[in-house]
């Protein structure tokens, strides 16, 4: 109950004026992103950066004050001493052969990896409570991540910021592909947003709209970076991603029209007013290529041509400063090609121990181009322990995805830009030249149906037996106790009086 | 071959009566016991009697004080009679089975020689301070200094003074009865610095029954082993107001000087954040007399839930939260403030809710939005702010104001905030908290053992109850002699190890395996075996029963 009440103020003495009057500069900014991007399927793909970075040191002890950068990640990043962490809940499968290549693919479920620091000692226990904090930061399952499903690699999963060293002890992987992604995780996922999801483009993030998607898929990524050119300190940035993939074909009645409205039923309004930079690209880059000629209105002021992903794309460029709202768009086409010759290979093979953890297998292939690979692997379908099913263990097992972490040579060569100015989609996998780019790509998860067993099985089981020993021993106990003689036939039974009652009626001398 | 026949067949039967008395036997020596120990859920042994002796615990509550007479400050035979020591105790009327005497121990003495140069000067100030140096007191004790008459030391009407520090200043008389009146004084000084009822009535408060004014007690915190203060500036505006606020610099220079004074009661750990687009779920009135919006105290209740979903709970741990939301209304709602029930604006413009936090609103000055255009750059003034949180902060930690005796000179506490015999005072609140929680805490898990049989009670949980039990009685010993620090940290202890063991998850894992379901898969088994044991043992004990009856015919 709150209750006003009159507070009788004590005459604190408090010590001096107060030295409040200076004006520093914010060591934080928010930048904000919205790339839509019209696919070869007709779908549309929408992605939504957010990126907090913040120059200040969170490892420190004591007082904390955060502006733009969330409290509760802070607080997690200082408790654990988190190097990195990387989180994502995807609902959906991001369709590679019809879609292209995504900017930040994620695997259905949840993934959760994290870099601890060295000073970290258990590294595990320390990984299981993290899982547990974030399961309930963002109301998700994360806190069935224990040591029959986490994985170390040693080859992937490098560390995507600022890093000395990387002593893969610290790392710990884990994905839980049953995962069902919705609004409860989407919800706290929007309250990290300096601007909530009240102005800027955190207003389009409508939760009915952005689950009615062929493809869900949000992440947080923490990690330190250079905080000027020279690198002399490290900032932390905090980058939250949101990819959807709009069935614009079938939803637009076989028209690949497309509108912010018709999308997220939103429209953006006014600009965050905390965020540094605010922007909106669309991708038109079919537009001067082949005869398909599209239309964007309203006609943008300026546009963005780079080497994404190794093509040359043009992007019309909103600043949110003009409320945009964009209207046509058709599709372009993006093409993969493996040019480079075949280097040597590198297999790490980590067994699995029942109940322990999990297989791990890293392969560092060079492939050739238009070639196919195959890696197969035989597994035997074991029974479990009867407690170790889940409650509906018809609906079968989950084996994770397989990750591929592509190093693509480039169609066209990237002029080396700043990294810091260049936009946040292209900017979050760190690129040595611009004579390739990273690719990160996973596949389906598994559906194994294991054998299941009836699970009365074990009351049957413990009837039965108590059956047979009662029976064996009820003989038993006969044989011992009892003693067997032959008895004369006496009178007769019933049926024998019977009988004579009938014999007699029919006259018949009786037995 | 017809003698042998039946003295076969007799053979045969006392044959078949030995074998089933041995199968009796064998299950009820040896197979009773076996089934029993192999299906027994494990209870180590828990200290029941003296978990039940808890609940008629006495505590005595010592309060050792030290009474110095100058010169002049009694008749002459009076001082005669020093040292000596008096005892003033007193139950304290609660309705609780925890019976509570307070006891104040007054050692009398006479001044030593620096103590008589330190009060025989001028100033209170300057005598305070000499006297502080020598030597640090312990926790909970009180030193009072008794001084003559027409001592200047004190302005001329003022009949005693309560320093900041665990000393007092009474004024002595000259009297056939000295003693005794000085006794009454000291007494009223003593308890205004260190127990009264309503210290230990607001500290019991969740335990006593509810009355008219229990839910002014029930404001401060529950008794924890620290605390989490977060500091949030609430912008729902940020498109009119940039609000700055120098968080760091005032949390370092009025809030951790508090907090380390208070740092025996707990750890504490200070954050802050700024949320911005957060709004309260009231929706202000306008008022078009003083074309200003206002917040009335019946719609306080409903301003905090929207906003608490925006705060976000303590990633890092778990110790409870008190939030300080400082409110910068957005333009279309400004000025704003809240009203009293009776309608009069609040001078703060604040206010708090029991074991949350408070809530301040912080008008902008219209003078800003003059001529300049939107965003209005904002600087809160934090001594302004911080003032008032800290006041909020002494309520919520219950550091009541004191209840001061008649003609008493008092100047309030020091840059820190809080005075040294108003933490005496709260460790002995939370003292006697802890451990009316760690006895009710334990004496329901007894209760709770004992009533369910299934739960298993492992060494661990066992060994939690013993730490628990002998902590209670350790802090209960070392109240009544006097030791508040030691009594404090194990009644810190018992509430610990008492939750734990209260909490341990291995009570709870054969406790839903029930008997019914125990005794269905067990009856395939046992009805066979038992029904043929028990019919020829009734057999067995008729047939003895004839023999018994007609002994001679057999013979």
Redesign the interface.
Known sequence: MAAAVRLVLLVLLLLGPGVWGQAEPPRDSLREELVITPLPSGDVAATFQFRTRWDSELQREGVSHYRLFPKALGQLISKYSLRELHLSLTQGFWRTRYWGTPFLQAPSGAELWAWFQDSVTDVDESWKELSNVLSGIFCASLNFIDSTNTVTPTASFKPLGLANGTDHSFLRYAVLPREVVCTENLTPWKKLLPCSSKAGLSVLLKADRLFHTSYHSQAVHIRPVCRNARCTSVSWELRQTLSVVFDAFITGQGKKDWSLFRMFSRTLTEPCPLASESRVYVDITSSGQDNETLEVYPPPLTTYQDVILGTRKTYAVYDLLDAAVVSTSRSLNVQLKWKRPPENGYIHYQPAQDRMQPHLLEMLIQLPANSITKVSIQFERALLKWTEYTPDPNHGFYVSPSVLSALVPSVVAAKPGDWEESPLFNSLFPVSDGSSYFVRLYTEPLLVSLPTPDFSMPYNVVCLTCTVVAVCYGSFYNLLTRTFQIEEPRKGGLVKRLANLIRRARGVPPL | MAAAGPAA?DL??V???R??LF?ATVVIVLGLPLWWKTTETYRAPLPYSEISGLNSLKLRLMVPVTVVFTQESVPLDDQEKLPFTVVHEREIPLKYKLKIKCRFQKAYRRALDHEEAALSLGNIQEAETMLAEPSEQAEGSLTVYVISERSSLLPQDMMSYIGPKRMAVVRGIMHREAFNIIGRRIIQVAQAMSLTEDVLAAALADHLPEDKWS?DKRRPLKSSLGYEI?FSLLNPD??SHDV???????????V?PFLSALSVAGNF??????L???VLGVNPRFDSASSSYYLA?HS??H??NPVE??L??????LYPVLNFLLYVPELAHSPLY????DGAP???N?????R?GGIMVYNVDPKAYNGSQL?V?V?????RV???F???L??LFGIA?PQLPPKCLFF????E?IMTWELDRLLWARSVENLATATTTLTSLAQLLGKISNIVIKDDVASEVYRAVAAVQKAAEELSSGHLASAFAASQEAVTSSERAFFDPSLLHLLYFPDDQKFA??I??F???AV??LL?LFKIFLETRKSWKKPEKID
């Open positions: 067949t045969e039967v044959r078949g009566k074998a089933a199968f839910s977060t940020p498109k700055h606020w120098d968080i760091e610099g005032a949390v370092r220079r009025h951790q750990s200070v954050d802050s954040q700024i911005y687009y957060a105290a306080l209740p301003v905090i979903s925006r976000g709970s303590s990633a890092a741990s809240i009203q009293d029930k609040v001078a703060t604040a206010f708090h809710s029991p949350w965003p750059s600087e809160v003034d934090m001594v911080m003032e008032v800290l006041a909020q002494r309520l104001q309030g506490p020091k840059s905030g898969i067990y395939p088994l009805l066979p075996m043929p044991i020829s």
